[in-house]
Structure formats: C-alpha cells, structure tokens
C-alpha cells in the first residue's frame, strides 16, 4: 500500500505537464528576448542608458503572452489543488497555508521536477550511477531542511557589531514532518531505479511518458504508444522494401560518353585483328 503512494506521487510529479497543450514559440521568443535586455542592463555602465534599458524590460508583456502566462498559473492552481486533495501526507500547515515540496514550491524553488526527470532520463538509459548520485543528493538536501526547521534558534552575522547574533525561534515539527515524508520518498525511489522508464515514443502524449516498468523489457508507457511505435517501423520497413533497386545515376552526358567510348573500344578490337 506504501509502495502505492510512493509510486502515484512521484508518477504524479514528474509528469505533469504545466506548460499545457498550447505551443508556447511566442513565449519563448518573448522570454529570450527579455533575457537580452537584462544582459545587456547588466553590462552598461551609463546611469541614464541603464534607466532606459530598465525600463524597456520591465515593460509590460504583450497581451498574447500574458494570456500564456495566466493559462500556465491556472494549470498550476489546479495541479496544487489536486495534490493537496490526492496526497495529503505530503503537505503540512503551517497556521496560516497549507504548504508542501512537491508541487509549484518546488517547481519554483527546488525544481523537483525536471530533477525527477533527470533522474528518470539516467536510469531509463543504463545510467543507474549516476542517477543514484543525483537522487541521494536530493535526498541529503531534504534531510538538512529537517535540521533547519527543528532548530530553536536562529543566527546571523551582524556587520556593525561585527559579531553573530543567536535569536531563540519556535521549531517547526510539521514542517520537519513533511520534509521527512520528502527524503523517505526519495529513498524509495532510490531502491526502484531498475524500473524507471521513460517511453520511448518521442511523440508520447499519454501524460505518463515517465513511468514504472512492469515487465522488464517494457519500453513504451502504454499500448497507444506501443501501437504508434510499431507502425512507424512498419513504416520504415516498407519504405525500405519500396526502394527501387540500385542503379547508377549518370547524366545524360556522361552516358553518350560511355557510349562513345563503347563504339571506340569495338572499333579498335575490329581494326586490331583486321591487322592480325
Ligand atoms: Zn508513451
């Protein structure tokens, strides 16, 4: 039944698709676009210049583009929804929200996502190693969180006393609970990596590409895509088969060539033994 859990969450996780079905090439060449003038904001050294500049990237973003933005937080919004709803061992108050680690916090802050799909794409292809390395690293980070949110104090270096200060501060056991939960996950996952799989129908749309082998040998995610890839060899087998067989392209030119030197070659065998 735990396994269950484990398995629905980090399936749950690691595919879900925020981007959504729309093609995002606009937002794309809108994001590069802002990136450009942040770096060229950084590397002016003129007040007047660097205010403009600012001001160019600070602009509002065309109305298309912010229309992809709000769908993005809106699919967001329902995926909190559901994995506060589906997996309530993974979330925790902290009086005033519910919160967690798994979801948009983090996406946003510690990306556990596209580190799942990391860790997938390593496994899925034969390197289990590293994999291991990059899961047990997540893990440690998660287990440090627990230290921090039990801890009783707090402290920080105060520049003009030039000294540490030690301020007492409430521990947060539910917090600690939570990011528990986070490393007993990501142990488990640890102890599967033999069965991670990423289909490999690269056009999978199932909204499983990441997902658990039940069979050794499994490839694809699910029999749509096994269909899919089975046709596309057949596909290629019959093109193959199709092709006409092999024959030199010469050009016209070069064929009445041979010809020539054809008629010329026969031409001397004759004269030769005309001579004999
Ligand atoms: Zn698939």
Known sequence: MEDERFRALLETVTNFNWEGPR????????????????????????EAEK???????????????????????????EY????????????YSDGSRVRQFVGRDGLSQGA?????????????????????????KMSESFALNVDRALAT????YNREKRETEVVPRKARPNEAATLRQMVETLEWLQRRLGSLKVCENPKCVSGRKYFFKVYPNDTY?????????????KAKRDAESQKPPRV?????ETRSK???????????????????
């Open 221 to 233: 995610c699910c029999a749509r895509c096994i269909k899919i890839a089975k046709a596309l060899r």
């Open 80 to 91: 909190q929804r559901a994995l506060r709803r589906d997996f309530p061992e993974w979330h």
């Open 112 to 136: 556990i996502q596209s580190e799942l799909r990391n860790v997938w794409q390593l496994a899925s292809t034969g390197k289990a190693d590293k994999a291991k390395r990059k899961l047990r």
């Open 23 to 46: 093609s995002s090439a606009l937002r794309a060449e809108y994001e590069e676009q802002k990136a450009k003038q942040y770096d060229l904001w950084d590397a002016s050294r003129d």
């Open 51 to 77: 205010a403009k500049l600012w001001g160019m990237y600070k602009a509002p973003a065309p109305a298309a583009v912010r229309a992809e933005y709000d769908e993005i937080r809106k699919r967001l919004r």
């Open 258 to 276: 041979m010809r020539m030197s054809a008629v010329l070659r026969h031409a001397n065998e004759r004269a030769s033994k005309g001579k004999n």
């Open 153 to 156: 104090t707090d402290s920080w």
């Open 248 to 252: 030199p392209n010469f050009s016209e």
